[in-house]
């Protein structure tokens, strides 16, 4: 697996006010965010949201969002729902643009700090390692720091990218090929890390509960930085790692225990493999893809499934199902939780996750845990199913709004820039 592989391909923010749940219809609203009124002129697409769906931030490769705006390279941006302003985050601490392409932002539950990949090396001095670095950008100061740099502050020795930051914004966790920036990194493979930014000090947390190195990538980090979720190949990162398939683990900062918590509720490890995870904000759930067909039982459909494990009653259910419990007919990944856990949005190529699902494309579905729901969140206001693929959707964490990245040119009106956008829905 490359973990290294990103794909940029911009995207422009159209953000739409949806109906309240199954409950209730609503109407759409679209949201100018280019300077001039229009529609972005390029693709933009990552997005991710702020605790009570206030702030949004997205990659975009448009040139209109802001002035001055000539580096022609893929920017970060955060858009205000409230006011309606976007500005550019990936830029200097005087103002001065990325000289590179910038990606991957990850923003805190305030909105106030935002986190990114860039491949610049002019958004802090003495950037000179040649690799990708992992930013925050101070909305409210303007400073824009570097962040994927051991406790003494050299700068990594290798790529660094896949960053997730904890709701107060003083913790960030990444992935990094880098071998300097702890002591005793010899694995010469992706670790994942945590940064402090109020300490300075970086620590490895893709290790055994003794601390031997594995290996670590696509991280995700609980609101108050405790809990990191992170998927790895490696088998010696807890006891009996028999599988030899990539596995989803959870590391606790405070204990320094590491546990894998891709399993069946009898502990059973799965026998196909994971990528992606996330975690609710105090830890206790994870959400994670996986194929294994032995987590829960009846898993019959051979494809990819999205499955929630609980930390404290150690049970595992599959949230990519119908409300009846039937099983999707395709790939489900990429999940997002809410901070209780209740909600977990996802992108599915699957047409038996709700009735009459007839658009042969991926969408964004939401499943309540607490009822069984699963709903189609990418429609239309009036429920029309979009035209083309979904996908990416992130959940606030109050569960209140979704963000999702989508091809489809129906699902506002006048949608005509000819460009994959972000759309936004609000389902509680």
């Given at each position: 697996?490359?973990?290294?592989?990103?794909?940029?391909?911009?995207?422009?923010?159209?953000l739409?006010?949806?109906?309240?749940?199954?409950?209730?219809?609503?109407?759409?609203?679209?949201?100018?965010?280019?300077?001039?009124?229009?529609?972005?002129?390029?693709?933009?697409?990552?997005?991710?949201i702020?605790?009570?769906?206030?702030?949004?931030?997205?990659?975009?490769?448009?040139s209109?969002?802001?002035?001055?705006?000539?580096?022609?390279v893929?920017?970060?941006?955060?858009?205000?729902?409230?006011?309606?302003?976007?500005?550019?985050?990936?830029v200097?601490?005087?103002?001065?643009?990325?000289?590179?392409s910038?990606?991957?932002?990850?923003?805190?539950?305030?909105?106030?700090?935002?986190?990114?990949?860039?491949?610049?090396?002019?958004?802090?001095?003495?950037?000179?390692?040649?690799?990708?670095?992992?930013?925050?950008?101070d909305?409210?100061?303007?400073?824009?720091?570097?962040v994927?740099?051991?406790?003494?502050?050299?700068?990594?020795?290798?790529?660094?990218?896949?960053?997730?930051?904890?709701?107060?914004?003083?913790?960030?966790?990444?992935?990094?090929?880098?071998?300097n920036?702890?002591?005793?990194?010899?694995?010469?493979?992706?670790?994942?890390?945590?940064?402090?930014?109020?300490?300075?000090?970086?620590?490895?947390?893709?290790v055994?509960?003794n601390?031997?190195?594995?290996?670590g990538?696509?991280?995700?980090?609980?609101?108050?930085?405790?809990?990191?979720?992170?998927?790895?190949?490696?088998?010696?990162?807890?006891?009996?790692?028999?599988?030899?398939?990539?596995d989803?683990?959870?590391?606790?900062?405070?204990?320094?225990?590491?546990?894998?918590?891709?399993?069946?509720?009898?502990?059973?490890?799965?026998?196909?493999?994971?990528?992606?995870?996330?975690?609710?904000a105090?830890?206790?759930?994870?959400?994670?893809?996986?194929?294994?067909?032995?987590?829960?039982?009846?898993?019959?459909?051979?494809?990819?499934?999205?499955?929630?494990?609980?930390?404290?009653?150690?049970?595992?259910?599959?949230?990519?199902?119908?409300?009846?419990?039937?099983?999707?007919?395709?790939?489900?990944?990429?999940?997002?939780?809410s901070?209780?856990?209740?909600?977990?949005?996802?992108?599915?190529?699957?047409?038996?996750l709700?009735?009459?699902?007839?658009n042969?494309?991926?969408?964004?579905?939401?499943?309540?845990?607490?009822?069984?729901?699963?709903?189609?969140?990418?429609?239309?206001?009036?429920?029309?199913?979009?035209?083309?693929?979904?996908s990416?959707?992130a959940?606030?964490?109050?569960?209140?709004?979704?963000?999702?990245?989508?091809?489809?040119?129906?699902?506002?009106?006048?949608?005509?820039?000819?460009?994959?956008?972000?759309?936004?829905?609000?389902?509680?």
């Amino acid at each position: 697996m490359n973990i290294f592989t990103l794909r940029i391909a911009a995207w422009r923010v159209l953000l739409f006010g949806l109906c309240a749940t199954f409950l209730s219809a609503c109407s759409s609203e679209k949201i100018i965010v280019a300077i001039d009124g229009s529609q972005g002129n390029a693709d933009s697409i990552e997005s991710t949201i702020s605790t009570d769906g206030h702030y949004v931030a997205f990659t975009s490769f448009a040139s209109n969002l802001v002035q001055d705006d000539t580096n022609m390279v893929a920017d970060v941006f955060v858009h205000d729902r409230n006011s309606g302003i976007t500005e550019r985050v990936s830029v200097a601490s005087n103002g001065r643009q990325a000289n590179s392409s910038s990606s991957d932002p990850s923003i805190s539950g305030n909105g106030r700090y935002v986190a990114f990949i860039a491949e610049a090396n002019n958004l802090v001095l003495n950037d000179s390692n040649g690799s990708k670095d992992v930013f925050v950008h101070d909305r409210d100061s303007g400073i824009t720091e570097r962040v994927s740099i051991a406790s003494d502050g050299s700068q990594g020795d290798a790529s660094s990218e896949q960053v997730a930051i904890s709701a107060d914004g003083r913790y960030v966790a990444f992935t990094s090929l880098a071998g300097n920036l702890v002591p005793d990194d010899t694995n010469i493979k992706a670790d994942v890390f945590v940064h402090d930014r109020n300490s300075g000090i970086t620590e490895r947390v893709s290790v055994a509960s003794n601390g031997s190195q594995g290996d670590g990538y696509h991280p995700a980090i609980s609101a108050d930085g405790r809990f990191v979720a992170f998927t790895a190949d490696s088998s010696n990162l807890v006891f009996n790692d028999s599988n030899g398939m990539s596995d989803i683990f959870v590391h606790d900062r405070n204990s320094q225990i590491t546990e894998l918590v891709s399993v069946s509720n009898n502990g059973s490890q799965g026998n196909l493999g994971c990528i992606f995870s996330a975690i609710s904000a105090d830890g206790r759930y994870v959400a994670f893809d996986s194929r294994a067909s032995n987590l829960v039982s009846e898993d019959t459909n051979a494809v990819e499934d999205v499955f929630v494990h609980d930390r404290k009653t150690g049970l595992t259910v599959r949230v990519s199902v119908a409300m009846d419990g039937t099983q999707g007919n395709a790939n489900s990944h990429i999940a997002s939780i809410s901070a209780n856990g209740r909600y977990v949005v996802f992108q599915s190529l699957a047409s038996t996750l709700i009735a009459d699902d007839n658009n042969h494309v991926s969408d964004v579905f939401i499943h309540y845990r607490d009822i069984g729901m699963t709903e189609l969140v990418s429609i239309t206001s009036y429920g029309s199913q979009g035209n083309s693929h979904s996908s990416r959707p992130a959940i606030s964490a109050d569960g209140n709004y979704v963000v999702f990245q989508s091809l489809a040119s129906n699902l506002i009106q006048d949608d005509n820039n000819a460009s994959s956008d972000i759309f936004f829905r609000k389902i509680n």
